[in-house]
């Protein structure tokens, strides 16, 4: 069973996927983490993540060790990320890895929850369940402002803002795997909905689509 997940920043994709794949008892994949590292991995080596090459030899060097980084949460990883996934041998390079997981997902798993930005449209386009979670920019840049200041981050909302419309203008706009709702994809907007919602919401479709549960 796969459950493909996409969506832009901060729509309420990962904190679905977390109770989705509880839930299920599904294995877990953030793909974000994956360009996160890649981008990461160009800074820390004094690179600059649009730098084709630079980037395409970060990607295929990732390291599981690499996920682990706390500075991949750091907006700073975020802009790095959304720079070098533009780059199509990037993305070629971490296609691999997501479809294997996918195929053989760890732990014994029997299927997993798979986010991202392409993951129903490129990575597993015959997923079983494709979820497409979205929320205005403002609610979103809201919501990161909040987690950022509960991280004891400081931060203005205006700039918060203006880096998730920079954000969603590079993943919308660029030419490989752009994000976008994959035709059979359930559309869901997050925009007054809390966590709770959103999971009951996805859920009873999942049950109402297919016979597992
Ligand atoms: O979901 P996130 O904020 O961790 O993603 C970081 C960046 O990585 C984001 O700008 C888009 C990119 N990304 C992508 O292009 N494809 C994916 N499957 C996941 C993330």
Known sequence: MIIAIDGPAAAGKGTLAR?????????????????????????????????????AAAARALDPEDLKNPELRADGAANAASKVAVIPEVRAALLEFQRDFAKNPPNGAKGAVIDGRDIGTVVCPGADVKLFITASAEVRAERRLKELQERGLEAIYARVLQDMKERDARDSGRDVAPLKPAEDAFFLDTSGLDAEAVFATALDHILKQNSFG
């Not at 890649?38 to 600059?48: E, M, R, Y």
Request: proline residues 3%; hydrophobic residues 45%; without cysteine.
């Open 19 to 55: 109770r989705l794949a509880d839930h299920f008892s599904l294995a877990l994949l953030d793909t974000g983490l994956l360009y996160r590292a890649t981008g990461l991995k160009v800074l820390n080596s004094g690179g600059d993540p649009a730098d084709v090459s630079a980037a």
